[in-house]
């Protein structure tokens, strides 16, 4: 069965410093691959997708990801983190095609000390 | 604004009582969904719709029901045989074509505590 796998279950940065999540999923074929975040409360927005091409992405509010076939990976990354970056963000894989397959990770927490 | 709406946003139940968690959306998406969120869990499918009068069971569909009368509204019920209903729910749409690429559009959430 498909699986996706988030180690980190809680990463703090500074305001400014650089932001990598990671992800890793468990499947044969290539997926395709998501990013949510989700404000306390709130519902998740779409961060980026991938689904070919260019494995490095770009999303809204300056995200990008990188798809790394070899190493079974989707990392989400930013340059520099702003204090409103501050909530859990999942990563997602669909692997058959159908979002019934759509499976997420368990979730990565993060902190932005000012 | 076109979105997708859920209420109540916070719901109090006693054990033994069904409840109904309401979700609308004005997207004119054709797939809709419910998903349960706990605490350091990614989110489980109970139930999704892809079309009215038709809905298909998740990964965790015991204790829940759920009606698709009008392609704006998808209500899940939390009924009594749910064992531990407490968790934060999440409604989601997507288009039909975009069902197969996982681009979902989520609601705000509702919170249920059973007491």
């Known amino acids: 069965a498909q699986s996706v796998t988030q180690p980190d279950i809680h990463i703090t940065v500074s305001e400014g410093a650089s932001l990598e999540l990671r992800c890793n999923y468990s499947?044969?074929?290539?997926?395709?691959l998501f990013w949510y975040v989700q404000s306390p409360g709130q519902g998740l927005q779409l961060l980026l997708k991938?689904?070919?091409?260019?494995?490095l992405v770009q999303g809204i509010k300056g995200f990008e990801a990188e798809f790394k076939r070899s190493q079974s990976s989707f990392n989400l990354r930013k340059p520099s983190v702003h204090w409103s970056d501050a909530a859990e963000y999942f990563c997602?894989?669909?692997?058959?095609?159908?979002?019934?397959?759509?499976?997420f990770g368990s979730g990565t927490q993060l902190t932005v000390l000012p | 604004d076109g979105g997708i709406t859920q209420s109540p946003k916070y719901l109090f139940r006693k054990e033994g009582q069904n409840v109904t968690l309401s979700c609308e959306q004005n997207?004119?998406?054709?797939?809709m969904y419910w998903y349960r969120q706990d605490p350091g869990q990614g989110l489980r499918l109970i139930y999704y719709?892809?079309?009215?009068?038709?809905?298909q069971k998740g990964d965790i569909a015991e204790g829940y029901s759920v009606s698709r009368e009008k392609k704006e509204s998808f209500p899940l019920t939390v009924t009594s045989a749910q064992k531990n209903p407490t968790a934060f729910y999440l409604c989601?749409?997507?288009?039909?074509?975009?069902?197969?690429?996982?681009?979902?559009?989520f609601g705000e959430g509702s919170r249920l505590t059973v007491l």
């Open positions: 989601a749409s997507t288009q039909r074509g975009q069902a197969n690429t996982g681009e979902l559009f």
């Open positions: 499947y044969g074929a290539t997926p395709y």
């Open positions: 991938y689904f070919s091409g260019d494995t």
């Open positions: 997602a894989v669909v692997i058959s095609g159908s979002a019934r397959q759509l499976t």
């Open positions: 997207l004119n998406h054709d797939a």
């Open positions: 719709s892809q079309i009215v009068n038709d809905f």
